[in-house]
């Protein structure tokens, strides 16, 4: 069992940075592979980003290619993401993942965080 907690959400303007940050508890951290996804109201749960056991590969949603970067800390148990030039519509939920494999399909991370709210106001 994994616990994930996520923080560093809020409220910022069009064009600014935030970072997220995830405190992975339970088992050894860096057995897992670790993502972000994001939901809108009424839409979908998105894939944002992914990062393997050992930071050295990773994934993008294509729209935030070049803005986002995912990183992580196995010393500290912990994954981010920072969040740069943020628009409007990236207004969601942010949610942290985490599974033995790394993938972009949500169905495939059986443990989640409660999520971090980010809005971004133009």
């Known amino acids: 069992q994994v616990q994930l907690l996520e923080s560093g959400g809020g409220l910022v303007q069009a064009g600014d940075s935030l970072r997220l940050s995830c405190a992975a508890s339970?088992?050894?951290?860096?057995?897992?592979?670790m993502a972000w996804f994001r939901q809108a109201p009424g839409k979908e749960r998105d894939f944002v980003a992914a990062i393997r056991w050992n930071g050295r590969s990773t994934d993008y949603n294509e729209s935030v290619k070049g803005r986002f970067t995912i990183a992580r800390d196995n010393a500290k148990n912990m994954v981010y993401l920072q969040m740069n030039s943020l628009k409007p519509e990236e207004t969601a939920v942010y949610y942290c993942?985490?599974?033995?494999?790394?993938?972009?399909?949500?169905?495939?991370?059986?443990?989640w965080g409660q999520g971090t709210q980010v809005t971004v106001f133009s």
């Open positions: 993942a985490a599974d033995s494999r790394s993938s972009l399909l949500r169905s495939m991370y059986n443990y």
């Open positions: 339970g088992r050894t951290f860096s057995n897992y592979a």
